[in-house]
């Protein structure tokens, strides 16, 4: 059973910067041997689910949804089964409740795709 944990979320004003983490119970290596995908998903009231950035396990990779590109950043630390996201310059839009998913999904963003979550770490970008 795998076990994914957020945490980091805040309040801060625009332009401000957080990190997320998403903790993995276990080894972080088995679960990237098993799933392709680990991904940072947000949503916001009344909005659906919308994928950030996928780190891709194989290949170590990441890819970043068109409204974070070049704020975000995802990484990763074996040693603490650890998950990042990076946010800087943040802004009101980006205000949601965000979560961390492993999966094999047939695409990147597709929430459908993947098997397990982590609870919501909210944040709140004030303008």
């Known amino acids: 059973l795998v076990q994914l944990t957020a945490s980091g979320g805040d309040s801060v004003q625009t332009g401000g910067s957080l990190r997320l983490s998403c903790a993995v119970s276990g080894s972080i290596s088995r679960i990237t041997s098993d799933y392709t995908h680990i991904t940072w998903f947000r949503q916001a009231p009344g909005k659906e689910r919308e994928g950030v950035a996928v780190f891709f396990t194989g290949a170590g990779d990441t890819y970043y949804a068109d409204s974070v590109q070049g704020r975000f950043t995802a990484s990763r630390d074996n040693a603490k089964n650890t998950l990042y996201l990076q946010m800087n310059n943040l802004q009101p839009e980006d205000t949601a409740n965000y979560y961390c998913?492993?999966?094999?999904?047939?695409?990147?963003?597709?929430?459908?795709?993947?098997?397990?979550w982590s609870q919501g770490t909210q944040v709140t970008v004030s303008a």
């Open positions: 998913a492993a999966g094999r999904p047939p695409l990147r963003f597709d929430p459908s795709g993947y098997r397990f």
